[in-house]
Structure formats: structure tokens, C-alpha cells
């Protein structure tokens, strides 16, 4: 899927698509007033004028050359249009219109908070965003609407330029919704709190927004075009949703999702609120290898919810003890990145809040497991971790940051350990996946707050191709269930 702006020759597709979704999945639900007010809104000669004044942005996914689903932005962050093809909703498209638009929101339009007017039907799936209702639902020209409204953190811009092809530096502003929210406006805590944190989630369908040509304020006194019209706007990809996924055809297995939630609805000053989504497999021949191969990738997933809430460590107590107002969060989403009929790998994103607003954090987990007799791999199983193939690792490390002294503060011992599995009292957590591209190897850092090795990197992996790995692999059965 890519996302670009989109050009004045493809706004009539943009509008075409707007009105096929419109007519099929909102005008039946409003008054005939409604969708009269709607065609007018959409028409190209309107529409056209208020782009080439630089007034209004549009944002387009693309299938290959099909375009699937589109998102028109105001210089003032309001989205105006938000529309996904019906065959494409559930499938990230309406996701990644919505953070390349919050990216512009940040990096360009400096627009200090993103508005929407929602119909009802799509309110819940705003909040999923992270937006928030801030008025009753009102209606305006024969259709109503919620006006919603997120923040938009305008000193938390991503790093951009790294060098490789497919960087799996995750950057801790990239998607962190939680804290873009949480630290952006400092909110109260309680029930209002929760509403303003209901999270990040892949699983939903993105769909409409906001109608009524009378309410589009085209007389901001903003332009923005030439600084548009200098190239197509690309949204690029971050973390696990970078990653090229490589899963076999007719597998002999289902893999389902699962979803745990708890929030703690009682309680007025901590907020509890877990959201984890992991992996299930079904119909594998052996029923005991499937439970065990369930239960490593549902544990993967709860480990931050067990860590601080079911079986918090000592640390985490004194926090809670310690802050006026706790909170406990986990956001978690995953990507399977490899699957076959003997071994799955599966990548991680979890978004905690570990005692208080101040603990934000962003993690990485993996979980490579075999689907013959359930053993999960670590990366001390897979490669010999002998000083040549240290030495190599480091300098893809460094090649993927672009920087030579990246993880200086460790010599050659404290690295292989940290590749072992000594993370250091949690600073060097190791991991690796396959995918489409090969294996990545690397770390979620989780410095401490002033640690001058800190360069704002989430996690960072190393590529490699098989080929380029297999003259470090070890004689772990690993190998042939890859092959």
C-alpha cells in the first residue's frame, strides 16, 4: 500500500471514490436534504478551486494503480472527506491516510491539533485513533455529525534520511499516539483520561467524516501550495508496518486474531487500560504443539500487561506508590512477518505507560517458533555469536543509523552477551524475525532518561539476506525448518 498527495488530475478519482463509498455505506442512514448538501460539496469545479488555492489537501492509498481510499485534509488540520473502499477497509488503508495526515499536521501545516466533524456510525472508530468527542452530535444541512478533535504534538518530529531500503529503525514519535496525547496537553485523569487514550489499533475500518460546503472555511488566510506543489507527498513506513511480510500460500493452518482487553472502570485517579492483540494458530495436526505454540504467542504478547499489572515487578509498585495519579497502559498490534508450515515469526509493537505519564514507553518483541514441536528460537540459537559475526552485525547496525559510533558504549564481550540475551538490566532487549527480505537481528533500547548513548531510536535491526547469513548460522534446526 502507498500513500501520496494527490495531484489535480487525480482529484476526480478522488471524488469518485468519495461518492461510490458515500452512496453506499452513509446515504441510506440520512435524510434526502443530507445527501443532496453532499453532492454539492463533492463537485470537481468547487473542489478544484479550493485545491488550487492551496485550501484543501488530499491524500490518496494506492493498490498497485488502484486507488483505494482517500483523505482530504485543511490547512487547519480539519479532514473534510475520509473514505476507504468497502474491499479495502480492515486492511491498514484508512491507518496510514490518517498518520500521513497527522505527519503533515506536524512536519508542515505546524496545525496544532487534527478536527473532524464524524458521523455517528464512525465515532467509535475516530476515538481508535485517538480522537476525542468535544460536542453533543449536532446536525447541519440534513446531516449529523459529532465534532471531534485530537492534538497533534508539534516538537515530536521523526528523523528522517536513513539509508537502507527498508529501515526498521522505529522512532519513538511514529505512532505513539499515547503519548502525543497524553504529553501534549496535559490531561486530567479518571474517565475523561480513558476517553482521551483509547488507542492505536490496526483492526479497524476508517471510513467518513465531515460534509457541508458552508462550514469549509476557504478563506484561511494560509497558502500552502507551492510548498505542496513541490513533489508528491509519500508517507514512509516505520516500525513493524515496514516490514515485508513473506507468508507461504495454502498454509495447512489458520491464523486468527485474538484480542485481551481490560480497563478498570472503578477506579477515579489510575487509569488501567490494556489492549493487546496477538496471534492465534489453528488446525495444526498435533493439538499439544498448538496449545504450546498459543500460549508462547499470547505470553509474548501480555508482557508488558504482567510486568506492571498481573505480576508487577518491584519497580513498577514504587511507581505507583510514588505518583499522585498511576497509570498503567498497554497498546499492543502485531505483524506475522514469516510463515511456513513448520515456523512462524511474529513481530510485536507495544505502546505502555509503565506506572505513570512520565514511564511512555515503545517496544519491539518477536517470537520465532517451530509449528513441529513448539520451540521458540532466540537469536543465540540461530547464529554463532563468535567475533566475526559481531563485528559484521555491528557495522549493518551502523549502516541502518547512519552512524559509526552507534552502541560505542559497548566493546566486543558486553555486545555478544547482549546478543545472548544479557539485556543489561533492560537497556539492549535482542530480537530478531524473518521476512520477505531475510532476517533482521538487532535491539529495543530502552535507555535511560539523560543517557547520552540515548539517539532517540526505539529499536534498531540489522538486515540480512539468507544467503549473507547462512556462513554464521549455527546447527540449530532452525536452518531446515526455513528451508
Same mark, same amino acid.
Given at each position: 500500500?502507498?500513500?501520496?498527495?494527490?495531484?489535480?488530475?487525480?482529484?476526480?478519482?478522488?471524488?469518485?471514490?468519495?461518492?461510490?463509498?458515500?452512496? #453506499?455505506?452513509?446515504?441510506?442512514?440520512?435524510?434526502?436534504?443530507?445527501?443532496?448538501?453532499?453532492?454539492?460539496?463533492?463537485?470537481?469545479?468547487?473542489?478544484?478551486?479550493?485545491?488550487?488555492?492551496?485550501?484543501?489537501?488530499?491524500?490518496?492509498?494506492?493498490?498497485?494503480?488502484?486507488?483505494?481510499?482517500?483523505?482530504?485534509?485543511?490547512?487547519?488540520?480539519?479532514?473534510?472527506?475520509?473514505?476507504?473502499?468497502?474491499?479495502?477497509?480492515?486492511?491498514?488503508?484508512?491507518?496510514?491516510?490518517?498518520?500521513?495526515?497527522?505527519?503533515?499536521?506536524?512536519?508542515?501545516?505546524?496545525?496544532?491539533?487534527?478536527?473532524?466533524?464524524?458521523?455517528?456510525?464512525?465515532?467509535?472508530?475516530?476515538?481508535?485513533?485517538?480522537?476525542?468527542?468535544?460536542?453533543?452530535?449536532?446536525?447541519?444541512?440534513?446531516?449529523?455529525?459529532?465534532?471531534?478533535?485530537?492534538?497533534?504534538?508539534?516538537?515530536?518530529?521523526?528523523?528522517?534520511?536513513?539509508?537502507?531500503?527498508?529501515?526498521?529503525?522505529?522512532?519513538? $514519535?511514529?505512532?505513539? $499516539?499515547?503519548?502525543?496525547?497524553?504529553?501534549?496537553?496535559?490531561?486530567?485523569?479518571?474517565?475523561?483520561?480513558?476517553?482521551?487514550?483509547?488507542?492505536?489499533?490496526?483492526?479497524?475500518?476508517?471510513?467518513?467524516?465531515?460534509?457541508?460546503?458552508?462550514?469549509?472555511? #476557504?478563506?484561511?488566510?494560509?497558502?500552502?501550495?507551492?510548498?505542496?506543489?513541490?513533489?508528491?507527498?509519500?508517507?514512509?513506513?516505520?516500525?513493524?508496518?515496514?516490514?515485508?511480510?513473506?507468508?507461504?500460500?495454502?498454509?495447512?493452518?489458520?491464523?486468527?486474531?485474538?484480542?485481551?482487553?481490560?480497563?478498570?472502570?472503578?477506579?477515579?485517579?489510575?487509569?488501567?487500560?490494556?489492549?493487546?492483540?496477538?496471534?492465534?494458530?489453528?488446525?495444526?495436526?498435533?493439538?499439544?504443539?498448538?496449545?504450546?505454540?498459543?500460549?508462547?504467542?499470547?505470553?509474548?504478547?501480555?508482557?508488558?500487561?504482567?510486568?506492571?499489572?498481573?505480576?508487577?515487578?518491584?519497580?513498577?509498585?514504587?511507581?505507583?506508590?510514588?505518583?499522585?495519579?498511576? $497509570?498503567?497502559?498497554?497498546?499492543?498490534?502485531?505483524?506475522?512477518?514469516?510463515?511456513?508450515?513448520?515456523?512462524?515469526?511474529?513481530?510485536?509493537?507495544?505502546?505502555?505507560?509503565?506506572?505513570?505519564?512520565?514511564?511512555?514507553?515503545?517496544?519491539?518483541?518477536?517470537?520465532?517458533?517451530?509449528?513441529? #514441536?513448539?520451540?521458540?528460537?532466540?537469536?543465540?540459537?540461530?547464529?554463532?555469536?563468535?567475533?566475526?559475526?559481531?563485528?559484521?552485525?555491528?557495522?549493518?547496525?551502523?549502516?541502518?543509523?547512519?552512524?559509526?559510533?552507534?552502541?560505542?558504549?559497548?566493546?566486543?564481550?558486553?555486545?555478544?552477551?547482549?546478543?545472548?540475551?544479557?539485556?543489561?538490566?533492560?537497556?539492549?532487549?535482542?530480537?530478531?524475525?524473518?521476512?520477505? #527480505?531475510?532476517?533482521?537481528?538487532?535491539?529495543?533500547?530502552?535507555?535511560?532518561?539523560?543517557?547520552?548513548?540515548?539517539?532517540?531510536?526505539?529499536?534498531?535491526?540489522?538486515?540480512?539476506?539468507?544467503?549473507?547469513?547462512?556462513?554464521?548460522?549455527?546447527?540449530?534446526?532452525?536452518?531446515?525448518?526455513?528451508?
Amino acid at each position: 500500500m502507498e500513500i501520496r498527495r494527490l495531484g489535480q488530475s487525480e482529484l476526480l478519482a478522488a471524488l469518485h471514490l468519495t461518492w461510490e463509498v458515500f452512496a #453506499d455505506e452513509i446515504a441510506p442512514a440520512i435524510s434526502p436534504e443530507g445527501v443532496a448538501s453532499f453532492q454539492k460539496f463533492i463537485k470537481y469545479d468547487y473542489i478544484s478551486q479550493v485545491w488550487q488555492r492551496g485550501n484543501l489537501i488530499f491524500f490518496g492509498a494506492y493498490e498497485g494503480e488502484e486507488l483505494c481510499g482517500t483523505l482530504a485534509l485543511r490547512p487547519d488540520g480539519h479532514i473534510v472527506l475520509f473514505f476507504v473502499k468497502k474491499q479495502y477497509q480492515g486492511q491498514g488503508a484508512g491507518r496510514m491516510l490518517y498518520g500521513a495526515a497527522y505527519h503533515c499536521c506536524a512536519e508542515l501545516l505546524r496545525a496544532g491539533r487534527m478536527t473532524v466533524n464524524a458521523a455517528p456510525g464512525a465515532v467509535d472508530k475516530y476515538i481508535h485513533m485517538g480522537m476525542r468527542p468535544v460536542g453533543q452530535e449536532q446536525e447541519k444541512d440534513g446531516i449529523r455529525y459529532v465534532p471531534m478533535e485530537m492534538y497533534v504534538n508539534l516538537n515530536m518530529i521523526a528523523k528522517t534520511g536513513q539509508k537502507s531500503k527498508a529501515p526498521w529503525i522505529a522512532l519513538g $514519535v511514529y505512532a505513539l $499516539v499515547l503519548v502525543l496525547i497524553l504529553s501534549g496537553i496535559g490531561i486530567s485523569v479518571g474517565r475523561d483520561l480513558r476517553e482521551e487514550i483509547r488507542g492505536y489499533n490496526d483492526s479497524y475500518d476508517y471510513r467518513d467524516d465531515e460534509y457541508g460546503e458552508d462550514d469549509y472555511r #476557504d478563506d484561511l488566510p494560509y497558502d500552502y501550495s507551492e510548498e505542496y506543489d513541490s513533489g508528491g507527498y509519500e508517507e514512509e513506513l516505520s516500525g513493524i508496518a515496514a516490514i515485508p511480510e513473506d507468508i507461504a500460500s495454502n498454509l495447512p493452518y489458520e491464523i486468527e486474531d485474538e484480542l485481551y482487553t481490560f480497563s478498570d472502570e472503578e477506579k477515579q485517579s489510575m487509569v488501567i487500560e490494556f489492549h493487546v492483540n496477538y496471534p492465534k494458530i489453528s488446525g495444526l495436526s498435533d493439538s499439544g504443539t498448538e496449545d504450546k505454540v498459543n500460549k508462547i504467542l499470547k505470553a509474548r504478547a501480555m508482557e508488558t500487561v504482567k510486568k506492571i499489572y498481573e505480576d508487577p515487578v518491584p519497580e513498577i509498585k514504587e511507581r505507583v506508590l510514588g505518583e499522585q495519579n498511576p $497509570v498503567l497502559i498497554s497498546y499492543v498490534e502485531y505483524k506475522v512477518c514469516y510463515a511456513s508450515e513448520d515456523l512462524i515469526s511474529v513481530a510485536y509493537n507495544d505502546l505502555s505507560y509503565e506506572g505513570g505519564q512520565a514511564y511512555a514507553y515503545q517496544h519491539l518483541r518477536t517470537c520465532n517458533i517451530s509449528l513441529k #514441536d513448539g520451540t521458540a528460537y532466540e537469536v543465540k540459537d540461530i547464529v554463532s555469536l563468535d567475533n566475526r559475526f559481531v563485528d559484521q552485525w555491528l557495522r549493518v547496525m551502523r549502516n541502518e543509523t547512519g552512524d559509526d559510533d552507534f552502541l560505542s558504549e559497548l566493546d566486543q564481550t558486553e555486545m555478544k552477551k547482549a546478543l545472548e540475551g544479557d539485556s543489561k538490566e533492560g537497556v539492549y532487549v535482542v530480537n530478531f524475525f524473518l521476512d520477505a #527480505d531475510g532476517i533482521e537481528i538487532g535491539f529495543d533500547l530502552n535507555y535511560e532518561d539523560g543517557d547520552p548513548n540515548d539517539q532517540g531510536y526505539v529499536w534498531v535491526t540489522a538486515p540480512f539476506t539468507l544467503d549473507e547469513i547462512r556462513e554464521y548460522a549455527s546447527g540449530s534446526g532452525f536452518w531446515k525448518e526455513i528451508e
